[in-house]
């Protein structure tokens, strides 16, 4: 009889693990593509590291994701395809490429590029499965994107493009 109470231990644990709600888990609706994500977490990683990489960026004359032509009015469907790509961008290119010799600022963004990951996954299978599919609306403001990005040298996109991150992060937020 001592053994018996360990399997409902195990069982009280199991549930409350998948019946208790992450505190920072939040839902993005983007169309018919929805994911969860720990928006908060993501915000709070960038937030401690915003000021050391906003220092670094000296050209205040362009932005990169500008709010108004980038990331807003859009539809959902192609919000879905526009996250997706401007995820691979920063994983890809920003996050690889920011050079810094502070360890706790390389970690921070090695945990914003592992949430990226996740999220960029979880697109992929929404792709997959004809849930996110890429209009003319989400090709042309990655366009527009990409053009900001070929305006400055590597080294300063690599900066402009982290210290916007939470352009990206609020238009995130938003989605949902």
Not at 40 to 51: A, Y
Request: positive net charge.
């Amino acid at each position: 009889m001592k053994g018996s109470g360990l399997p409902h231990c195990l069982f009280l644990a199991v549930f409350y693990l998948f019946w208790t709600p992450s505190a920072g888990l939040k839902t993005l609706h983007l169309g018919s593509c929805m994911i969860s994500t720990d928006l908060q977490q993501m915000q709070s990683t960038f937030s401690e590291i915003r000021d050391s990489v906003q220092a670094k960026d000296e050209i205040i004359d362009l932005r990169i994701l500008r709010k108004t032509e980038s990331l807003q009015d859009m539809k959902p469907a192609d919000q879905c395809c526009l996250l997706r790509h401007i995820l691979r961008l920063y994983l890809d290119t920003v996050f690889k490429n920011y050079l810094t010799s502070d360890h706790h600022i390389r970690r921070k963004i090695s945990s914003l590029a592992n949430s990226f990951l996740t999220v960029k996954k979880d697109l992929r299978l929404c792709h997959a499965h004809m849930t996110c599919p890429c209009g003319e609306e989400a090709m042309k403001k990655y366009s527009q994107i990409l053009n900001h990005f070929k305006e400055l040298k590597p080294h300063e996109v690599v900066v402009k493009a982290l210290g916007e991150l939470d352009i990206l992060l609020q238009w995130m937020e938003k989605t949902r």
